[in-house]
């Protein structure tokens, strides 16, 4: 079965933009969660959705948002883009609680 | 807060050595433990699991150990090999709680031929 889809693979902006990723999750899961991952850094969790809602949230600022659709496939947004959010996002999906989270191959984000 | 973390950031070994890349995790109500590894360009893949009513499991030249008294997580590469060289992570959920793994910082694996 087809894994955890990313999109895009690869995105340049500038400053003070918006960017959206999308995450497709394996079909079945309905937990999708969204992380950071910047040099240096481990990964840091942003936020989860459960069934269209936002289950748990990451120590993040407001620009970071995110949505699921009743598909399951959810969105993640960066408003008023900062050099610092430059990272690879990684979506990850889960079935259930005691199983693993599977990762897509990430949105590598550049802001310039 | 409760925090997974690891203890070695880099570890660099021969080919054919075996690996040993171990991580700490403080909450007492973890019960399923996940083993990532993550090569440049990609996302982490699943290595391997094992939940907190075994001390021991064994997977394809991979092995975890857990230790519930201290909360120390091992994994051991056998015959470590080239491929093998990426970051790996350790990661915990507890039960009742989110489907959310918290993470550790992750070990640097460094395989030379």
């Known amino acids: 079965k087809a894994g955890v889809t990313q999109t895009p693979r690869y995105l340049i902006k500038t400053r003070g933009q918006q960017v959206t990723l999308s995450c497709s999750p394996i079909?079945?899961?309905?937990?999708v969660s969204w992380y950071q991952q910047t040099p240096g850094q481990g990964l840091q969790f942003l936020f989860e959705y459960f069934s269209e809602t936002q289950r748990n949230k990451g120590n993040f600022p407001g620009r970071f948002s995110g949505r699921q659709f009743s598909n399951s496939r959810s969105e993640m947004n960066v408003s008023t883009l900062e050099l610092g959010d430059s990272a690879l996002y990684l979506c990850?999906?889960?079935?259930?609680?005691?199983?693993?989270?599977?990762f897509g191959q990430g949105t590598r984000l550049t802001v310039v | 807060g409760e925090s997974v973390g690891l203890h070695l950031p880099t570890l660099s070994v021969q080919e054919g050595d075996n690996s040993i890349i171990n991580c700490a995790y403080s909450?007492?109500?973890?019960?399923?433990f996940i083993w990532y590894k993550q090569e440049s360009g990609k996302g982490p893949q699943f290595i391997i699991d094992?939940?907190?009513?075994?001390d021991k499991r064994q997977g394809q030249r991979v092995t975890v150990l857990l230790n519930k008294t201290v909360k120390h997580l091992s994994l051991q590469i056998a015959a470590t090999q080239p491929g093998d060289s990426a970051v790996y992570f350790c990661a915990e959920k507890a039960s009742g709680g989110s489907y959310i793994p918290t993470f550790g910082r992750g070990t640097s694996l460094i395989v030379h031929p």
């Open positions: 990850a999906s889960s079935l259930a609680e005691v199983s693993e989270a599977f």
């Open positions: 079909s079945g899961h309905r937990s």
């Open positions: 094992i939940r907190s009513n075994m």
């Open positions: 909450n007492s109500a973890s019960d399923y």
